[in-house]
C-alpha cells in the first residue's frame, strides 16, 4: 500500500517542476487546437493519415510477432507463434 504522504510529496515535487514550462502545454494546446482544425477542413487528408499511421503501426508489430516467433523455436507450438 502506498503510503499518502509520500504520494502528495511527489505530486508536489511534480507541480513543482513543471511551473516554470506553462508556456510550452499552452503552445502545445494551441497547436493541437490548429491541427485539429486543419483535420476537420479535410476529412479525406485526415482519414487517409490515420489509416497510414494504423496500418505502419500493424505493420512493425507484425515484424515483432515473427521475430518473437523465431526466438521461441524451441518451444512447442512455434508453428503457431509464426501463424499468429
Request: aromatic share 10%.
Amino acid at each position: 500500500m502506498t503510503d499518502m504522504s509520500n504520494s502528495k510529496a511527489s505530486l508536489g515535487w511534480a507541480i513543482h517542476a513543471i511551473t516554470g514550462k506553462w508556456g510550452w502545454f499552452v503552445a502545445l494546446g494551441v497547436g493541437e487546437l490548429i491541427l485539429g482544425g486543419v483535420a476537420s477542413a479535410n476529412l479525406m487528408a485526415a482519414n487517409l493519415a490515420s489509416v497510414l499511421v494504423i496500418g505502419a503501426t500493424m505493420a512493425v508489430a507484425g515484424i515483432f510477432q515473427i521475430v518473437h516467433a523465431f526466438s521461441v523455436r524451441g518451444l512447442r507450438g512455434y508453428l503457431l507463434w509464426l501463424l499468429a
